[in-house]
């Protein structure tokens, strides 16, 4: 992923819209749907993604560590985050509806 590509990629966040560590994952989500990330790329850093969506790096590793928690991305020490291959890569279409686990997950949480 090319940094020019990062600024398009991503919005910056308006706190008026809900928790920002839910935007993020969102919009995570948003871009492996509209397939701007794809199986296997690597994701900016927690501190390139917290300058980007100018929040606070701590919301930001909240919103990935959700995403792992989910299977979507994995973390590679010392590597860095990944989009997961296996539960992306192995079908053309996702068999898991990740949109309606968030809903689920974040009803258990409100």
């Not at 690597?42 to 299977?71: I, M, W, Y």
Request: glycine share 8%.
């Amino acid at each position: 992923m090319r940094s020019g590509e990062t600024k398009h990629m991503w919005k910056i966040i308006d706190k008026k819209k809900g928790p920002v560590y839910r935007q993020i994952m969102d919009q995570v989500m948003e871009n492996i749907e509209k397939g701007q990330l794809n199986p296997g790329d690597r994701l900016p850093s927690e501190r390139k993604l917290a300058q980007v969506f100018q929040s606070n790096r701590t919301t930001v590793v909240r919103a990935l560590d959700e995403l792992r928690d989910l299977g979507v991305i994995i973390s590679q020490r010392g590597s860095g985050r990944y989009i997961n291959q296996t539960q992306w890569g192995r079908y053309v279409v996702p068999r898991v509806n990740w949109r309606e686990l968030f809903s689920q997950r974040y009803e258990q949480i409100d």
